[in-house]
């Protein structure tokens, strides 16, 4: 099977970090993905070495028959070390499990980054369909599509009743997660996020960091999405996250607005800062970079920083990640020692950009 | 009498503050003060009204006739509104007992700030020779001529065996007080600072911060001087004085060797993050801004900093003091819309300097 080199991914950067889309200024990206297993097979975990290779290579064939996938990319997990692996869990293509688990297990997925399929992570496939901005309508479209195309020629396990049959009973009827990144830097500010995030628990939303499922809240960003799979169809759930996730945007528009009438100073104080600590630092973890280029992106969406592309900016969200800084370099480099190239790849990207 | 008007001293900086004089890398200023009083009169503090008028008449009478102050500025402090003698102290010319006291008072000093004579403060003179650099000796001489000069026309009160008398017994015998402002921004990142000022405890020296007694050591500057004013010559004290400085700025030089080769990444990280914060940030108080003026320093001492001169950095730290930005903004302002200015100011100062 021809596999895909991904260190290529390093020469561009995935569409939906292209910065645009509904709502661009608040909402990242959205994402759907679909929980789906082939009838007459065993959940993945319980496969045996000959029927995951198997599995792989069936949805494979499927996939190359998509529309949506057919320049995809195929990559074989267990062929790839440690830093491939975590270079694709960055780029949001797989989940960390995916990427930490063991055996015969693969990813496929569209050139621009949009549609990626897991195979043989916890069912036989996961379909993800990510874009920039607040689209969860339009991603929705997109996936159902993918999803019939794959249909077409994979006999998913489908239970009359129940709906799309999952390994784990929390996805099961639907296999639909859908979820927003969202930027929340004024409601963090104004200390209005914590009244937000206990409304969400009550709706039965959850919320997540910048890596998804067991990750904490970070740099201002939060991702929610539904927890309910089972007894509303796939419109309605997505339909009920919109309506909790614009209301979201709603508050943190007006948080925006007060904190520019109210608290101007401070506000142009801490994006100002980050501005130039992230200029001129010579050492710079992760967190930090997250957090400082949260406010640098606040600085951008209130075009208090006027010559800073989105794109550009989202960019540097990715590249200053451990594996891409590593496959970048083309070494397993040190903490420390990645700390000194973030800070250089860093002052490298915002050189050109005269902010002040 | 003729009186100066002190918005004329925000028109230029003092020449100790210009950046040169020996080991200027470390020690900012080198400072000798005489106290002496009048005999025949009481100390200051028992002068009747008409007294202490008599007292700086006389006292101005003589500075006239000083080759060192022939052009001097007469300043009388009653007539001076807080700022005003804010004002003054910021500049080093004013203790701050002489800023805060009441009554008749003055200061007459010399065009280039090197030469001042606070009359009546504790004692009916402090004469105070202020140098740029590490120049206790040259300082000395100047001072010990311009003290021979006002003993031409003005009888000092002095004991045979005790030496000059003087309103406070610990300055009785020479009424010297010797200082250095050191800079030692390297013992303190590499933990040393406290060895060196305990050792200073045992040698009977005084360790200040930046504006003398009462107040604490900030942003790595140090002033040491003698505590003892008795039983040994002048030239002793200063000799003594020097040669612990002497210690103390190899100690600081070798720290500085061992932070670029042994913490270089994280040397290079303060020093250019505080051009960073300085460059960009719209709010700053004043003890941040000393702290981050201190790395600023450093980075030019060190040649980190290439485009930088001295002597504007010198004064920045002086035109970013609360009564300095207030007189240039010609009205009090709140402590917050100072630090509004502050920043401002710094980031115009440093705007035409191309330190990346």
């Known amino acids: 099977m021809d596999t895909f080199d991904i260190k290529e991914l390093l020469k561009k950067s995935g569409e939906w970090l292209k910065g645009t889309g509904p709502s661009n200024d608040i909402v990242i990206s959205s994402r759907i993905r679909l929980a789906r297993n082939i009838a007459g ?62 055996g ?22 996961r379909i993800q369909v990510l874009q920039s901005g607040f689209n969860l ?4 479209r997109m996936i159902d599509k993918v999803d019939s195309e794959l249909e077409a020629s994979l006999p998913f396990a489908f239970h009359q009743h129940l709906g799309y049959l999952t390994a784990c009973p929390t996805n099961v009827g639907t296999g639909l997660r859908a979820s927003c ?8 500010m104004t200390k209005q996020i914590n009244k937000v995030l206990q409304a969400i628990g009550k709706l039965n939303l959850a919320v997540r960091g910048l890596y998804g499922e067991g990750t904490q809240a970070s740099g201002n960003f939060f991702q929610f999405s539904n927890q309910t799979t089972l007894g509303k169809n796939e419109e309605k759930i997505i339909d009920d996250l919109e309506k909790v996730i614009k209301q979201i945007i709603e508050h943190e528009r007006e948080a925006r607005i ?74 397993t480099i040190s903490p420390k020692e990645r700390d000194i190239r973030r800070a250089q790849i860093i002052r490298q990207y915002l050189k050109t950009i005269n902010m002040l």
């Open 181 to 188: 990144m969202l930027h929340l830097p004024s409601l963090v």
């Open 104 to 125: 015969i297990r693969a990813l496929s997925f569209s050139e621009d980054e949009i549609v990626s399929i897991m195979i043989n992570e916890e069912d036989h496939l």
């Open 258 to 331: 007060a904190l520019q009438s109210k608290k101007r100073d401070k506000l142009y104080d801490q994006i100002w800062r980050a501005v130039g600590i992230l200029k001129c630092a010579h050492l710079m973890t992760s967190q930090e970079t997250t957090s400082l280029l949260s406010m640098v992106r606040l600085g951008v969406d209130l075009n208090i920083i006027k010559d800073l592309d989105r794109q550009k900016l989202n960019e540097l969200f990715i590249v200053t990640q451990p594996a891409h800084l590593q496959l970048l370099a083309g070494k």
């Open 137 to 140: 309508m339009e991603t929705w």
């Open 41 to 102: 097979y065993k959940f993945a975990a319980f496969l045996n070495k000959q029927e995951t290779k198997e599995m792989v290579d069936k949805i494979i064939a499927a996939t190359k028959k998509s529309n949506y996938l057919k320049a995809d990319k195929v990559v074989l997990l267990e062929s790839l070390d440690v830093l491939g692996r975590q270079l694709l869990l960055e780029r949001h293509l797989i989940s960390r499990e995916h990427a930490e688990a063991k």
